[in-house]
């Protein structure tokens, strides 16, 4: 057998292959994801409108649970307090004038202009063309430089040993990680499991820039804010009720 | 020098060789399609795969990480679903020890990183 | 009068004493990284609030003290300045050494230090801490350079334009250490860019009290005249960069009241009575500044050598104390994120740190193969003056 391979050969072994496996009917169905093999764009660019007077507290804690149940986080053994990761997490505020009340469900916000993308020395913080921020940990290599700049505190460091990670939810030690809106539910067509598991209107998943989308038509309606403003990192993930 | 230079070079390409060629360990699903003839229409030429795929499943990592498009060729899941062996009607981790992964790799001495965050069984209720 | 340059000897039984038991330090600093990558981050004090903690703090320190230790080669040959010049081969050397012991700690305490090589690869330009690894780089080999134009003699018309190029490269490097705080706009305790002339400035003065420390006890112990001259000199000068470090620790922190925003995290930090508050007014404010201020200046005590060295002690301490309030002390502090609330659940409050052994190991680890790195090439190399005595070092010196 030919063990030396030149660049031709790899290329016309991989697109006969690629033809091949499309169409003979093996075990394998690659059609099913047909609908994924064109790289995202930013024509789209995902976004979440959390509508705090719909939810409950029982709300929050089930997009909590959810979270942990789709991505394996939480299950930590040794970490213990802050260093657990929490990549969603419920805050309670009391305004410090009327004494108002709220609670509100707090993620990485996807930002346009993430700080953490920026600070990243070796580019493992990563912004996706439609807007979800992500982090390569192929290039990670734990320095925790984004958890400094982030404005959210929504990263979280990988401080113990981990196995039995979900399939599509690569986690390791010494890397760091975030709230990913959901990325391989979403490439898939899906929405994001937070968002699932609450039934009410309290959580909005779509696309911002489609006109047609609820999200769209709802954030045109209704007085809805991003948490740190001035900041001007405009988020994704957009908040009415505080 | 020369002679050691040598006698080094030959230990070596007899020890990539001699274990080129008997996987002890296949993992139950390609054992199956091996079997049933069909390993050739997944991987069409063995040399290309033996000596690419870190390079394949590179490419295909930041496609799917960086660009979301998920196709599963080249897919390392694919590569654990079907490379996976069972003891005890359970799965064992594919870089353990004598499985697929971990034979080759410590053979040649090459590190593996890809387990340190990715899961090494075929995923939940396969 | 051409200086005369010499190997120490090295074979006293002190000078292996030193080297065993700063090698005993390395050694331990290696087996907690060993012990800390093993298992995990999780055996050390931090969390996901206090990401970067004693490693850091040693770390950053270190790395500024060797862009300030350079200092007195620069005075001679930027400066022109005669007096200087014999020390300038040190100088280098030290900054080289303390670069070194801090990079070591800040690889080290990486997540994956297995992927350094990353760090080297892939560069995202817009990234301080890309750039800083470039900045760290280039400072190896410039000053690897300069000490070379200063060690050849026929190189030697070069040294003073190699040496220009160093001094602006440090000034530079300083700036970018700075600014990985400057540039945090989500935190209030870092986000201003006085950040950069303070780390500056703060350079100076650490980079200078190890210099002070080291001469004096490489002439101590190697038996070679040092004469009142030259550390006069020096200690003038530490005098002046402690008194400048702290009136830019007054214009920050004063800033920082000022502005309505920052007010809560000034007054927890320097006035609740919280362990930050008593490092900062004991450990930095008093210990680090205003005694060695005094043991600078006094009368009674000036000329005496080990009170020098003393403030130059007590301004190293005083400086890691520093660096501890700065950048531990400012991730204590939530983040200000919803302005006009209380935060009741979930976040918020100050989180406690509790460094754990191997953490502060190899802090000073770093700190000891600083010190190895001078030990033992000023045996191999001719770093030092055979004699600093005063009519050697300033032949118009009237006694």
Redesign the interface.
């Known amino acids: 057998?030919?063990?030396e391979?030149n660049r031709r050969?790899?290329l016309k072994?991989t697109t006969?292959?690629?033809a091949?496996?499309a169409t003979?009917a093996?075990?394998?169905t690659?059609t099913t994801?047909a609908a994924?093999?064109?790289?995202?764009t930013n024509e789209k660019r995902w976004g979440m409108l959390v509508d705090t007077n719909k939810l409950t507290e029982s709300n929050i804690n089930d997009m909590v649970n959810a979270c942990q149940e789709e991505n394996g986080w939480g299950s930590e053994i040794?970490?213990?307090?802050?260093?657990?990761?929490?990549w969603i997490?419920?805050?309670?505020?009391?305004?410090?004038?009327t004494g108002k009340?709220?609670m509100l469900p707090?993620m990485c916000q996807h930002c346009e202009h993430p700080?953490c993308?920026?600070?990243?020395?070796?580019?493992?913080s990563?912004k996706?063309?439609?807007g979800i921020v992500?982090v390569?940990?192929?290039?990670?290599?734990?320095?925790?430089?984004c958890?400094?700049?982030?404005?959210?505190?929504a990263?979280?460091?990988?401080?113990?040993?981990?196995?039995?990670?979900?399939?599509h939810m690569?986690?390791?030690?010494?890397?760091?990680e975030s709230c990913t809106m959901c990325?391989?539910r979403v490439?898939?067509g899906e929405m994001p499991a937070c968002a699932e598991a609450v039934s009410s209107n309290g959580v909005i998943f779509g696309d911002l820039y489609d006109a047609n989308s609820k999200i769209n038509q709802t954030l045109k309606k209704i007085q809805s804010t991003q948490?740190?403003t001035d900041?001007n990192l405009n988020t994704g993930v957009r908040y009415s009720g505080? | 020098m020369r002679h050691l230079l040598i006698i080094f070079l030959a230990l070596a390409f007899t020890s990539v060789f001699a274990h080129a060629d008997k996987h002890v360990n296949l993992g139950d699903r390609a054992t199956e399609l091996k079997d049933e003839g069909k390993s050739r229409d997944i991987h069409p030429s063995l040399a290309e795969i033996r000596k690419m795929h870190p390079e394949f499943l590179l490419h295909k990592r930041d496609k799917t990480l960086r660009q979301g498009v998920r196709t599963q060729r080249d897919s390392l899941k694919e590569c654990v679903n079907c490379h996976s062996s069972t003891k005890n009607d359970e799965y064992v981790p594919i870089n353990a020890p004598d499985q697929f992964c971990s034979t080759c790799h410590q053979k040649v001495g090459t590190s593996l990183d890809c387990f340190s965050c990715h899961r090494t069984t075929p995923k939940e209720g396969l | 009068m051409n200086i005369r340059y010499q190997q120490i000897e090295g074979r006293s039984l002190g000078f292996y004493a030193l080297v065993a038991g700063l090698g005993v330090l390395i050694l331990t600093a290696l087996g907690s990284v060993y012990f800390m990558e093993h298992h995990g981050h999780y055996v050390t004090g931090m969390n996901n609030r206090i990401v970067w903690g004693i490693p850091h703090v040693f770390a950053l320190f270190l790395i500024i003290a060797a862009s300030g230790a350079l200092n007195v080669a620069s005075i001679a040959s930027v400066f022109q300045n005669k007096l200087y010049k014999p020390l300038s081969r040190l100088s280098g050397l030290v900054s080289l050494a303390l670069l070194a012991g801090g990079l070591m700690v800040l690889v080290l305490d990486l997540g994956r230090p297995d992927r350094l090589i990353v760090a080297m690869t892939e560069y995202n330009f817009k990234s301080i801490f890309a750039w800083n690894i470039i900045l760290y780089n280039g400072f190896f080999v410039i000053v690897a350079v300069y000490l070379w134009m200063m060690f050849e003699r026929r190189m030697n018309k070069f040294s003073r334009k190699i040496g220009i190029a160093a001094f602006i490269w440090r000034l530079v490097l300083t700036t970018g250490t700075g600014s990985i705080f400057g540039l945090l706009v989500a935190r209030h305790t870092y986000d201003a860019m006085i950040m950069a002339p303070k780390f500056i400035v703060m350079s100076f003065s650490f980079g200078l009290a190890f210099f002070i420390l080291i001469l004096i006890a490489s002439y101590k112990w190697g038996d070679r005249p040092l004469g009142d001259v030259i550390l006069n000199r020096l200690r003038n000068l530490l005098g002046v960069f402690v008194a400048a470090v702290l009136y830019f620790v007054i214009v920050f922190h004063i800033g920082n009241i000022y502005l309505a925003e920052n007010n809560n995290v000034e007054m927890i930090l320097f006035a609740n009575g919280s362990i930050y508050t008593n490092l900062f007014w004991y450990g930095q404010i008093i210990l680090g500044s205003i005694v060695p201020l005094v043991l600078i200046y006094h009368p009674a005590v000036k000329g005496n050598r080990s009170v020098l060295g003393l403030a130059s002690i007590l301004v190293i301490i005083g400086g890691i104390v520093q660096m501890y309030v700065l950048i531990v002390g400012g991730q204590a502090y939530p983040l200000e994120m919803f302005p006009g609330k209380d935060i009741l659940e979930g976040y918020g409050g100050i989180v406690a740190y509790t460094p754990s052994f191997p953490e502060i190991a190899l802090g000073v680890g770093g700190l000891a193969l600083a010190l190895v790195v001078v030990t033992l090439l000023v045996k191999f190399l001719p770093f030092l003056p055979e004699s600093l005595a005063d009519k050697v070092a300033d032949p118009h010196h009237k006694i």
């Open positions: 057998m030919n063990k391979l050969d790899f072994n006969a292959v690629t091949g496996v003979i093996s075990g394998i690659l994801f994924n093999d064109n790289p995202v040794h970490s213990t307090g802050h260093q657990k990761p929490s997490k419920k805050i309670k505020v009391k305004d410090k004038v009340i709220d707090m700080p993308v920026d600070v990243c020395p070796t580019n493992a990563m996706r063309e439609d992500l390569d940990k192929h290039l990670c290599i734990g320095c925790r430089y958890m400094m700049a982030c404005p959210y505190d990263r979280s460091f990988v401080h113990e040993d981990l196995s039995n990670q979900k399939e690569p986690r390791g030690k010494g890397t760091v990325v391989h490439d898939k948490i740190r900041l505080i």
